[in-house]
């Protein structure tokens, strides 16, 4: 569990660096990811293509950073994280990429310094797993996809 102790993210400034990660708001639960690249990319319709930050970082212990699509990317241009939400762990210490794919019909330009993705830091909770054979009932037990009546 997180202590009560200041939480301290370190970042690490790589070669290709423009900015630090911010948080654009006082309440804002996300910080900014930005492009850094020396060379515009285009990301055509329906391509993927790793965009890198310029940054490295260092979690706290038993926390992860969530890379999350920008709501207003992905609903205006079509631009989104490739795997919905990528997790970085707490002892990676490479360079941050964002795999952003297009879902949108027109190629797409990201130039150098352009927001493109956030990212959040999260607690991690590593339960012991057992076994068992039996599991407890619930009202719903085994019910799937579009069991509880939603369509």
């Known amino acids: 569990m997180i202590t009560k102790e200041k939480l301290v993210l370190r970042i690490k400034k790589l070669d290709n660096f423009v900015s630090m990660p911010e948080y654009k708001t006082q309440g804002a639960s996300a910080m900014d990811l930005v492009a850094a690249i020396d060379n515009d990319i285009i990301i055509p319709s329906g391509e993927i293509r790793m965009i890198p930050t310029g ?32 997790t970085i762990d707490e002892d990676y210490r490479g360079e941050i990429c964002v795999g952003l794919i297009n879902h949108s019909k027109v190629d797409f330009k990201i130039q150098r310094g352009d927001r493109i993705a956030q990212m959040a830091i999260m607690e991690v909770l590593k339960p012991e797993i ?15 996809f579009g069991s509880t009546g939603i369509k």
């Open 55 to 86: 940054i490295a970082i260092e979690l706290p212990h038993n926390t992860e950073a969530q890379v999350r699509s920008r709501s207003g990317l992905a609903i205006k241009s079509g631009i989104a994280v490739v795997n919905g939400v990528g």
């Open 130 to 144: 057992i076994t068992k054979d039996e599991l407890s009932e619930t009202t719903r037990s085994t019910g799937g």
